[in-house]
Every structure is written in C-alpha cells, then in structure tokens.
C-alpha cells in the first residue's frame, strides 16, 4: 500500500517561494508518474504539474515559468519549487502517485498554500 505525506505549504507574500515535499511510502516510486495538483476553495482540483519516472515533466500554463517538479528516486520523494507566488495559487496542494499500467493511483491528503499580503 502506498501512502503519501504532503509538507512545506505554509503562508506567503506574493512574490515570495515555497518548496513543497512529498514523501512516497511503499514499493516501486521509481515507476510511478508523480504529481502535484491543488484545489482553490470552490473550484476543482486541477493539474498543477507531473513527473515520469525518467524526469518528464508537464505543467500547466498558470504556472508555467514559475513552478518547477523534480524528484529524488533515491529518497522516495517528489518535490514542487513555487517561486513568484501570486494570490490565486491559493489552494490546498496534493500529490498524486499513479502507475496507470497496473491500475494504482494514491492521493495524499493535503497542504495548505496561501498566499497573501
């Protein structure tokens, strides 16, 4: 079973970074995409950005520029640099770990970003 802990989200100005962690228990993140999403108070969760397991990544246009997913495959953990926060990247971020070929996708439960002034 895999499970997966958000940190890092916090409050911050605009203009200001954050660098959210994921930490991945359980076998096999090497094969896993990796992914951040967030969800704004009233609004869907969306995609914020995705990692494969060789370092592809894809993001959204809203962040595109500013945001950065990486991973670390020896420490189990996938991670999202947040530079030039603006208010409406307000949202509860959560990781994503999906391995479509098996059928497996986890969700972690959670970190809170707002950004203000």
């Known amino acids: 079973q895999v499970q997966l802990v958000e940190s890092g989200g916090g409050l911050v100005q605009p203009g200001g970074s954050l660098r959210l962690s994921c930490a991945f228990s359980g076998r096999f993140f090497s094969v896993y995409v990796m992914g951040w999403y967030r969800q704004a108070p009233g609004k869907q969760r969306e995609l914020v950005a995705t990692?494969?397991?060789?370092?592809?990544?894809k993001s959204s246009d809203s962040v595109k520029g500013r945001f950065t997913i990486s991973r670390d495959n020896t420490k189990n953990t996938v991670y999202l640099q947040m530079n030039s926060l603006k208010p409406e990247d307000t949202a509860v971020y959560y990781c994503?770990?999906?391995?479509?070929?098996?059928?497996?996708?986890?969700w972690g439960k959670g970190t809170l970003v707002t950004v203000s002034s």
């Open positions: 990692i494969t397991s060789v370092g592809t990544t």
């Open positions: 994503n770990a999906d391995d479509t070929f098996h059928g497996e996708n986890y």
